[in-house]
């Protein structure tokens, strides 16, 4: 366990082509895109389980935001692996799925930011729609669209008085700055589960995250902006580390069925293969995982990983859904 708990350090994403990341995430959302490097090798090989000769061009993103703020929170790790019949995780139409299944990025005035992407040509799943997540948690405005392959991207404009969670947090993330398009990094990020106790179990016991809103959402603007079935009710449980980013919103559908792209999600197929947590020991982290029942991907290994550098690393999968989760040490 971290010691005061792990944010998400990165979402390592399978792309169709690095050209088409660094237009969206460098140019759109704003976020400083590294050198772009060639990652291969035995330990990468064996990291994410391809076989021998197997590659990928990588690009970390990430922002600084306020001077002094560590910019190892919320970024992006793209890799376009160089291997023939890739699947596309996510297809044009899909909404929520089981596994990890969206970024989200907080504005600052979400309508205007809709007419520019739209402009840009980018598909909406619905106009932003304000609602209350609860009297004591607050009222956002949220929307959705298609980003990049297909993988959905949230924004949201953070409202509310400093008496509600979300006022407080949008005092906070003012604080934390933006980039000059007007986007943060990556301040949330959904996880949608099949066992509530299990994958909370994981982000506590082994991230040693906290719970910062719990809720269960069923109001018909929720389900709307979110292409969920009338009458939905999805439990919110809203996880945080030590920092304002890098959070993991945990969707547990309560009366509905989800499609299951978790045994697709895996590299080298394009998608939203997996979570990037640092953590102060691998091998606590991994006896942690080992005790609330986390499958083992791929075991320990020396390995330097792109943006972040010589590391001890291994992937698991988290109880809760089967989704990869790769846990770091930094060296």
Do not use: C
Not at 21 to 28: G, N, Q, T, V
């Amino acid at each position: 366990m971290a010691g005061a708990g792990s944010p998400l350090a990165f979402a390592l994403l399978g792309v169709s082509r690095i050209e088409t990341a660094l237009a969206f995430y460098r140019d759109i959302i704003g976020l400083d895109a590294a050198a772009e490097v060639t990652w291969s090798g035995p330990a990468f090989e064996r990291h994410f389980n391809l076989p021998a000769g197997a590659s990928a061009r990588a690009v970390m993103f990430s922002f600084q935001g306020a001077p002094g703020l560590s910019p190892q929170v919320g970024r992006v790790l793209a890799l376009e692996f160089n291997a023939k019949d890739r699947i596309t995780v996510p297809q044009k139409g899909d909404r929520t799925y089981r596994g990890l299944w969206n970024l989200n990025f907080y504005v600052d005035d979400i309508r205007a930011t809709t007419r520019d992407l739209k402009a840009k040509g980018f598909d909406f799943w619905s106009e932003p729609v304000g609602y209350e997540v609860s009297a004591k948690a607050g009222a956002p405005v949220e929307v959705l669209f298609d980003g990049p392959d297909n993988l959905a991207i949230n924004l949201v404009e953070l409202t509310g008085g400093p008496g509600s969670t979300i006022g407080q947090l949008k005092a906070e993330v003012a604080a934390l700055g933006k980039t000059k398009q007007g986007f943060t990094q990556v301040a949330t990020t959904s996880h949608s589960i099949v066992d509530h106790a299990k994958a909370l179990a994981f982000y506590t016991q082994v991230l040693g995250m906290h719970v910062r809103i719990d809720d269960v959402l069923n109001k018909p603007e929720t389900n709307h902006f979110l292409g969920r079935p009338r009458g939905a009710e999805t439990r919110a449980t809203f996880m945080a580390g030590d920092h304002q980013f890098g959070k993991v919103a945990l969707s547990y559908p309560l009366n509905y069925a989800v499609p299951d792209k978790v045994p697709l999600a895996v590299p080298p197929n394009i998608g939203y293969l997996a979570q990037g947590f640092a953590v102060a020991s691998l091998a606590r982290a991994e006896g942690a995982a080992r005790a609330v029942g986390a499958e083992i991907f791929s075991p320990p290994l020396a390995i330097d990983i792109p943006g972040v550098g010589a590391a001890s690393a291994m992937i698991v999968r988290n109880p809760g859904s089967g989704a990869l989760i790769q846990l770091f040490e930094v060296k």
